[in-house]
């Protein structure tokens, strides 16, 4: 698979304005400039940006409680997206929905999900939909090592691989489902290794890498687009916040933080496009510093921006069903 030198810094941008996303996002809500908390994805970049490099704008993705770095690879505004985290009229849910309401159907996010393990049915019934009718599109799955437990993935799977949907099943395992560590919570050593039961496709990769997990993830995809059916891809991390921002992760050993925080996919792929001759210091502190003020732009919109009117409350409820929708 091709890797221009265009892709790995598109790749390199999209993981910077995550990070500067997350920290910022993090600053304001401990200086209580922002209400409610996040859940960071700050050391997982490299999954999002990896998977959405080899996806088009016509592919769709779900999301998680995690779900800004998908969001941001996948294309969303990173202004509209501030707006909905301050609760401000201008944000994606109009303020009303928040961190884990942010949706974007015209870039192909189906939205992100409060709902543990909620994602992959949704995912499968948007294959569905495009298998149906007839579109050569594919749909990714993002979701946690602990949602793997839920009867909501084993039963995505399986379906997805009876139908043999388009769609591929992204988990990132980032060692933890809130503070329970992945062997306490699976017998099983590794996530891929369940897609034997529904015989389907199961890699694990190293998920602090773009260019491996861009790898894996091209292979699934083009099998699913080709209609051969769902591929499980594990890709294997370490979020460097606690599970929510007031959680200060007391249960992670400090080695494995050593050791991971020292894999920090951002400067490792740095100090890979500098080593390969990829990038010059120069462009990669031109993208960093477009990044971070694409994200203190983002802020200043967001700031600037209104709460919704007490009276907008009960809107945005229901849709509206025509008449002759089930006659259709
Ligand atoms: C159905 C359901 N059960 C429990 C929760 C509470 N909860 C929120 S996140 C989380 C852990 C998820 O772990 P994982 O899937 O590994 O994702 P990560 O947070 O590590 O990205 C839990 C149990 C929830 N939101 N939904
Ligand atoms: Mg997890």
């Not at 609760?87 to 929905?97: L, P, R, W």
């Not at 884990?100 to 949704?122: E, F, L, T």
């Not at 995505?156 to 503070?179: D, K, Q, R, T, W």
């Not at 210091?281 to 921006?305: D, G, Y």
């Amino acid at each position: 698979m091709e890797h221009s030198k265009e892709v790995l810094l598109e790749i390199y941008r999209t993981m910077t304005r995550i990070r500067a996303f997350e920290e910022k996002g993090a600053e304001l809500a401990r200086t209580g400039k922002m209400h409610g908390t996040l859940h960071l994805y700050s050391g997982e970049e490299a999954i999002a940006a990896g998977v959405c490099s080899c996806l088009r704008e016509t592919d769709r993705i779900t999301s998680t409680h995690r779900g800004h770095g998908h969001c941001i690879a996948k294309g969303a505004d990173v202004k509209r997206m501030m707006a909905e985290i301050f609760g401000k009229s201008t944000g994606y849910s109009k303020g009303k929905g928040g961190s884990m309401h942010i949706a974007d159907i015209s870039k192909g996010i189906i939205g992100a999900n409060g709902i543990v393990g909620a994602g992959m049915p949704i995912a499968v019934g948007v294959a569905f939909a495009q298998k149906y009718q007839n579109e050569d599109n594919v749909t990714v799955a993002f979701f946690g090592d602990g949602a793997t437990n839920r009867g909501t993935f084993h039963e995505s799977v399986n379906l997805a691989a009876i139908l043999n949907l388009p769609v591929v099943f992204v988990c990132e395992n980032n060692h933890y489902g809130m503070s329970t560590a992945f062997a306490y919570h699976s017998k099983n050593k590794t996530v891929s290794q369940r897609a034997q039961a529904y015989d389907i496709p199961g890699v694990r990769v190293d998920g602090n890498d773009p260019v491996a997990v861009r790898e894996a993830a091209s292979e699934a995809i083009i099998r699913a687009r080709a209609g051969e059916g769902p591929t499980l891809v594990e890709c294997v991390t370490w979020r460097h916040h606690g599970h929510f921002l007031g959680d200060a992760g007391l249960y992670k050993s400090p080695e494995d933080e050593k050791y991971w925080r020292g894999h920090d996919p951002i400067p490792v792929f740095e100090k890979k496009l500098l080593e390969e001759g990829i990038a010059g210091q120069a462009e990669i502190e031109a993208v960093q510093a477009e990044t971070n003020a694409e994200i203190t732009e983002a802020v200043r919109f967001a700031e600037e921006s209104s709460y919704p009117e007490s009276s907008v409350i009960f809107e945005d409820l229901y849709e509206e069903i025509p008449a002759d929708f089930f006659m259709r």
